[in-house]
């Protein structure tokens, strides 16, 4: 039989990747706002590019805290921190980790890139490292 403790940390890991999730589907609504043109390609407005590669970076370091809490003492831990401990756990997610923060972070959030099969990558990489966290996750165990 599970512990009250087990049971509470197996709900917060469960809602912190609904949580990541959320994130994710929140940036979806905002790139809408971007107003997408079929001729060029690309959205017209990177206000709100930037907005949503922000959102979904925020999404991806959710999930991997959840995993690897790297957040422990004071600040913040920067990319290389989670590169790290990304890195000597699973090579795939580091692959993951390196794109999602080159184009959601970088492209997306800083540069505020409007086109489109960027953003579209970015979305889908986020996915990838959000349902790869999730796979990480140990199981509940039930006596």
């Known amino acids: 039989m599970l512990t009250k403790t087990e049971i509470m940390k197996h709900t917060n890991i469960t809602y912190s990747i609904e949580e990541a999730r959320r994130y994710v589907s929140n940036a979806e609504e905002v790139i809408k706002k971007a107003d997408y043109d079929s001729e060029t390609k690309s959205y017209k407005d990177s206000k709100y ?17 959840t995993v690897f809490q790297v957040r ?7 990319i290389d921190k989670y590169r790290g401990a990304v890195a000597k756990r699973d090579g795939k997610l580091l692959s993951f980790v390196n794109n999602g923060y080159d184009i959601t972070h970088l492209s997306m959030g800083y540069d505020g890139t409007t086109d489109k ?4 990558r970015g979305f889908e990489i986020a ?5 790869h966290c999730e796979m990480l996750l140990p199981e509940p165990v039930c006596a």
Do not use: H
């Open 49 to 65: 590019v930037r907005t949503a590669g922000d959102i979904l970076w925020k999404g991806c370091l959710i999930a991997l805290e």
């Open 72 to 78: 422990k003492g004071k600040g913040r831990p920067s």
């Open 117 to 120: 099969k960027i953003c579209d």
């Open 127 to 131: 996915n990838a490292i959000i349902d």
